[in-house]
């Protein structure tokens, strides 16, 4: 009878440790550092490399540590303590208790089933996850090659599940999430627990956020407009270029062939000055550099390597048409990471003055991302589609024709009234708040 008795609680132990080792490797894998996996993959630690082959796919793996401890349940469930039962029931009889003597063999099934309960959820359930939070790595890396042994030995079962657990999913029309959306929001959950924790300065978190915006901001958003570029024709003189980049203060022009739609180059303001030192004649065909093309729907993120890797400081954006959108430089792409740049030579020129606490003055030309500080609209009607970026583009949009003076719209509190024109480009734009009027 001890034997046997033995023999099951040995048994049951030995199944609840079973299920700890299933609770832990689910829980450090579920919680691990993939950065630090991959880092140590590539030292060539093969725990690493399963840990990581098993988190790439974690349909089959959770399905694989759903399928061991249901096993280990059901065998538990065929254990039972029923011997434990048989042995304790008589014990309790012999108590004299009127009560106790009449339920024995039922209070012993309680106390059987709380003991088994009990174990269950310390020893096979917390206690593992616990570790497993605490050593996530160190607990993956052990466990994944076993685990990954397991999953191919369930694999036939793995499948059926998970065919069938695809089907009520599709059914209940649940779609399966973007990791690129899943790990920027994960990034942005940490940006704000880091700086809640004192651990990020907010300085550094709105840097990181600003470099996950480059990929959705496109070359048309930050360059400059074809109607502000300031170029020259090939037939141009080296005076008449030295002139204008001193009037100017642009230390690149671009150099067009026929119109602006036709820019063979740009020519740089030190290679001026050398020409104008060595007192020698020159064409600017002589000191031309070689310009860089972009689409206008390049990501600003895709433009800093290209810019590097042709070692130029400016490009030249096309329309889906080819013609010339506009031009953008190494300082535009770099502003949209870390704000307004302005050269110790050159006046800032924000382009947004406030004349009262509820009225700015704004030029056309201003760009909606730059009004972000000023005023406080939320989201601008039809932006996407109609692939606007200025506050011209904005009553251009709401108006849906040229404007003329004095037009005005109204978005989100705010009144927007065109109060100068240069022939058919807004030039002076008033915004007021409305609810101040």
């Known amino acids: 009878m001890l034997g046997g008795i033995g ?32 880092h140590q993959a590539e030292e060539g630690d093969a725990g690493s490399a399963a840990a990581l082959a098993l988190m790439d796919a974690p349909n089959d793996f959770l399905a694989t540590v759903q399928v061991g401890i249901t096993f280990i349940s059901t065998f538990a469930g065929a254990f039972g303590g029923a011997s434990v039962v048989r042995a304790l029931a008589p014990l309790l009889a012999d108590l004299r208790v009127p009560f106790i003597t009449r339920y024995a063999e039922s209070i012993a099934l309680g106390v059987v089933v709380l003991m088994i309960t009990y174990l269950s959820l310390v020893i096979g359930e917390l206690v593992p996850k616990r570790l497993a939070l605490r050593q996530s790595e160190r607990l993956a890396r052990r466990l994944a090659r076993p685990m990954r042994w397991l999953s191919r030995v369930a694999r036939p079962i793995v499948h059926i599940l998970g065919s069938s657990t695809d089907t009520v999913l599709r059914v209940l029309g649940s779609r399966e999430p973007q990791h690129e959306e899943t790990a920027t929001r994960e990034i942005g959950y940490l940006l704000e627990t880091g700086m809640r924790h004192g651990e990020i300065a907010p300085a550094e978190a709105e840097l990181v956020g600003e470099v996950f915006r480059l990929a959705e901001t496109r070359a048309r958003d930050a360059m400059t407009p074809r109607p502000d570029i300031v170029a020259l024709p090939e037939t141009a003189s080296i005076s008449e270029a030295q002139r204008l980049s001193l009037s100017s203060g642009y230390s690149r022009i671009p150099i067009y062939r026929h119109s602006i739609d036709e820019i063979i180059g740009f020519i740089h303001a030190r290679d001026l000055l050398e020409v104008c030192l060595r007192g020698e004649p020159a064409e600017l065909s002589a000191i031309l550099r070689k310009p860089l093309f972009v689409p ?68 056309g030309t201003v760009s909606l991302e730059d009004l972000r500080n000023t005023i406080t609209v939320s989201e601008w009607p039809d932006r996407e589609r109609l692939a606007y970026t200025t506050l011209a583009g904005f009553i251009l949009a709401r108006l849906g024709r040229l404007p003329r003076r004095g037009d005005a719209v109204d978005w989100q509190g705010y009144r927007f009234e065109v109060v100068d024109m240069d022939l058919r480009r807004i030039d002076q734009v008033l915004i007021t708040r409305i609810d101040q009027e």
Do not use: K, Y
């Not at 040995?10 to 894998?29: D, K, P, R, S, Y």
């Not at 990501?299 to 890797?309: G, K, M």
């Open 7 to 38: 023999l099951e609680v040995t048994v049951l132990l030995l199944l609840i440790l079973a299920n700890g080792l299933f609770a832990a490797a689910e829980m450090a894998l579920v919680s691990a550092r993939r950065a630090i996996l991959e």
């Open 296 to 363: 206008e729907t390049a990501p600003i993120s895709t433009l800093l390597p290209r810019l590097r890797e042709e070692r130029t400081h400016l490009a030249v954006v096309l329309d889906e048409f080819g013609s010339t959108a506009g031009i953008i430089t190494l300082e535009d792409v770099l502003e949209e990471l870390v704000g307004e740049i302005h050269e110790e030579h050159r006046p800032e020129e924000a382009g947004i003055v406030q004349r009262t606490e509820a009225s700015w003055l704004v030029d």
